[in-house]
């Protein structure tokens, strides 16, 4: 039973968390913020759970994109993620 109050928004190290991070031990029971770029939104997904994250915010790098609507899909290695993972647009983040 954790309370709210004592999860946590963790800036991945390295941001793009494309593989294994610097600061994994943090992510743990915590909520990860990532950038957007370098490998499919479910390769950060992954990352993130396996360093035993709650769910992963996954923000925009570029602040003038204004696209509202972004696919978040499966990139063709059958692998699945357990953890939510959300996307946030850059000018947002």
Do not use: W
């Not at 004592?6 to 990860?32: K, M, R, S, T, W």
């Not at 490998?39 to 997904?45: G, V």
């Not at 003038?64 to 290695?77: A, G, K, R």
């Amino acid at each position: 039973n954790t309370r709210y109050d004592q999860i946590h928004l963790v800036p991945a190290d390295p941001p793009e968390a494309c593989g294994e991070l610097n600061n994994g031990v943090f992510i743990q029971d915590q909520i990860a913020l990532v950038e957007r770029g370098g490998c499919s939104f479910l390769s950060k997904t992954r990352v993130i759970q396996e360093h035993g994250g709650r769910a992963v915010i996954i923000a925009d790098n570029a602040y003038d994109n204004d696209s509202f609507y972004i696919e978040m899909i499966q990139d063709s290695t059958r692998r699945t993620a357990d953890i939510p993972a959300l996307f946030l647009l850059g000018r947002d983040g």
